[in-house]
């Protein structure tokens, strides 16, 4: 069987982290080890007191990219995957898309598709200011799709964060997640800069994972909602290409 590192952040969760953390010691053949990252939680986190589990706990919230890339430095497993805290791995999922990555060296990360929603609900072309402002403004729920012609597989742009299986080797290739991303889009700038680097990303049609579809967004002119939006006119300037 293939080792596989499961990274899941978690603050402020409770029921919802048991769940994605069962989810994964379920999975079929399941090898490796869970590593979840309490980013602050209060009350802290707790986990199953299984040898698979470890837990590393921050005294407050460092934000995704950091606590993901401690996670990923915990582990040493050749393939790793970020599961978000309310997200649910069917049995056979880990297996499916590790597929893609176990048969072509040049796939780096393989994404599912979620379960009751469309593939590109979560995965397709890099999003453009025109799609990031209709989502914002909650016109569009889906981004723009790309030929999958029948594949078991597919390539796109990027897929989110909610579950990401990639291989170490690439991650550690691109300097992993950008640090200086708080919240949001670290997981399509990870996607877009593995492109740049040769690449291949990819979105597998019979991975499923359950995980809640995009919220309607309704904080805009909060402080997060603008740091938010500070944050993706930074992306989108840099990957403007």
């Not at 049995?91 to 597929?99: E, H, I, N, S």
């Not at 670290?186 to 690449?199: H, K, S």
Request: aromatic content about 8%.
């Amino acid at each position: 069987m293939t080792a596989v590192d499961v990274v899941i952040l978690t603050w402020n969760d409770g029921e919802l982290l048991e769940a994605a953390v069962d989810s994964v010691l379920g999975s079929d053949h399941f090898e490796g080890r869970v590593i979840v990252v309490d980013n602050g939680s209060d009350p802290p986190a707790t986990v199953p007191n299984d040898s698979r589990v470890e837990l590393v706990r921050n005294e407050a919230n460092r934000g995704v990219a950091p606590a993901r890339n401690q996670g990923v430095r915990k582990g040493s497993a050749a393939f790793v995957c970020f599961l978000d805290s309310d997200a649910r791995l069917e049995p056979d999922a880990l297996g499916l898309l590790l597929q893609p990555l176990e048969a072509d060296d040049h796939v780096g990360l393989s994404a599912p598709v979620f379960v009751d929603q469309p593939a590109e609900a979560s995965a397709g072309r890099a999003p453009t200011l025109a799609r990031k402002l209709a989502r914002g403004l909650n016109i569009r729920n889906t981004y723009a799709p790309v030929p999958r012609g029948g594949q078991r597989w597919w390539d796109v742009d990027f897929a989110i964060g909610a579950c990401q299986l990639f291989r170490r080797a690439a991650f550690d290739a691109v300097g992993g997640l950008d640090e200086t991303i708080f919240y949001g889009p670290e997981d399509v700038d990870f996607c877009l800069r593995l492109g740049d680097a040769g690449w291949r990303i990819v979105q597998v049609a019979d991975a499923h994972v359950h995980h809640p579809p995009r919220r309607r967004f309704r904080g805009l002119f909060t402080r997060r909602g603008l740091e938010h939006a500070v944050a993706i006119g930074r992306h989108l300037w840099r990957h403007r290409r």
